[in-house]
């Protein structure tokens, strides 16, 4: 015979072993949602360890996917694994590698679209770029190839300003040998497709209407 006092503590035990038993069993779930949803330790951010930049950032920081690559985020998206930060100065590091090839097939792409001739070569392109002076020839401004890092994301409109920018000195003559200079790129959009005379007009223009402010 058990007393009832034996049987008593066995049940208490029994209490206490599945208290601890659920509790594990609590923690392993708890364990193994975190490794999908990827929060950090502190169990704070829905995102993931950028392994490029060593930062632990929120999902929404990596770019979205189309389902079946890259890993779970917690709205069920899917995430590449490099930070948005980490993307971009991955491809500027790209660009500035390899500014020729992207200036080249910018220009084809840009002569496709403008339905203008595209007849120079990838030599041809790179003499003209190592011939050029290293400052606008317009405004004097020393031009910049390529500053675009997460620091100075704000300085994106000035970089481009003083980026190197080809352009077809007559537009509808298109990319052929003796019709393209180096200028900076606000310069080139000043002139878009407008003659001297055109732009000098717009000049003039200006200067009277702000005169008589
Ligand atoms: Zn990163």
Sequence with gaps: MISKEKK???NKKLKELHKIKLSFEESKKKSKEKKRIGTNALGKTPGRLCKYCNEQKHFKEFRELQKGRGWKAQNGSARYPQCLVCERIAA???YRLNGIHQKYNG?????KKKGVPFEISK????????????????FGTKFVINRYTA???ENKGSFRDDS?????IIPELGYVEGNLVIVSDLANRIKTNATPEQI??????????????
């Design 8 to 10: 008593k503590e066995y």
């Design 123 to 138: 030599e041809y392109l790179i003499q003209l770029l190592a011939n050029a002076p290293d400052k606008c020839p317009v």
């Design 107 to 111: 220009a084809r792409t840009n002569a």
């Design 92 to 94: 500027a590091k790209r």
């Design 151 to 153: 620091k100075n994301k």
């Design 200 to 213: 000098i007009k717009v000049g003039e223009f200006y200067k009277k209407l702000l005169k008589k402010k």
């Design 164 to 168: 190197v920018s080809l352009d077809r």
